[in-house]
T-cell receptor, first 114, second 111 residues
Framework: ETGVTQTPRHLVMGMTNKKSLKCEQH?????MYWYKQSAKKPLELMFV???????ENNSVPSRFSPECPNSSHLFLHLHTLQPEDSALYLC?????????????FGSGTRLTVV | AQSVTQPDIHITVSEGASLELRCNYS??????LFWYVQSPGQGLQLLLK??????LVQGIKGFEAEFKRSQSSFNLRKPSVHWSDAAEYFC?????????FGAGTRLTVKP
């Protein structure tokens, strides 16, 4: 399989639940990203991993916890979320870190916090 | 830090009409510029990118964009819009850092 695959596509969770979002790429890319997309707001960069090391954390609340066990997989662990965390969460990858490389995006996980 | 503005939140055009989506960026040097498209329920797909050289860039699906340094703009154009072009369009800017996106322009195509 090629491209960036995100699972699940849809997730509904209560505020006390713990869940994880998964992102997988088989493009040989070395950088992976988590973005949050909320209605009528620009995409918010949450985390950046380069060669499996976290290189950026944009003041994201600790209830979001990323994990990158290898260059092909990226997770976003969620716990005690708030309703305002409901959004589309997009994963992307690129050959190397930096915008001079094109980003390949997954289809996203639509998260609803109830 | 670089930033990007898309002044139009929503644009409606008739099928077959021409299209221009506006994008303005803020950066001290020549940035890398991108246009992405997002269909409902999907991720973002790269339409085209500008790094240097010819200021008129051709992309996929018949789209093109022109980089104008004097106006700090990178507007997206298409001569004749198809119904399948209805989607959300995002302009993005980057330099040595990571990519930053505009808020998007939603395109509706009338029959």
């Amino acid at each position: 399989e090629t491209g960036v695959t995100q699972t699940p596509r849809h997730l509904v969770m209560g505020m006390t639940n713990k869940k994880s979002l998964k992102c997988e790429q088989h493009l040989g890319h070395n950088a992976m990203y988590w973005y949050k997309q909320s209605a009528k707001k620009p995409l918010e960069l949450m985390f950046v991993y380069s060669l499996e090391e976290r290189v950026e954390n944009n003041s994201v609340p600790s209830r979001f916890s990323p994990e990158c066990p290898n260059s092909s997989h990226l997770f976003l662990h969620l716990h005690t979320l708030q309703p305002e965390d409901s959004a589309l969460y997009l994963c992307a990858s690129s050959l190397g870190r930096g915008s001079n490389y094109g980003y390949t995006f997954g289809s996203g996980t639509r998260l609803t916090v109830v | 830090a670089q930033s990007v503005t898309q002044p139009d939140i929503h644009i409606t055009v008739s099928e077959g009409a021409s299209l221009e989506l506006r994008c303005n960026y803020s950066y001290g040097a020549t940035p890398y510029l991108f246009w992405y498209v997002q269909s409902p329920g999907q991720g973002l797909q790269l339409l085209l990118k500008y790094f240097s050289g010819d200021t008129l860039v051709q992309g996929i699906k018949g789209f093109e964009a022109e980089f104008k340094r004097s106006q700090s703009s990178f507007n997206l154009r298409k001569p004749s819009v198809h119904w399948s072009d209805a989607a959300e369009y995002f302009c993005a800017v980057g330099a040595r850092g990571d990519m930053r996106f505009g808020a998007g322009t939603r395109l509706t195509v009338k029959p």
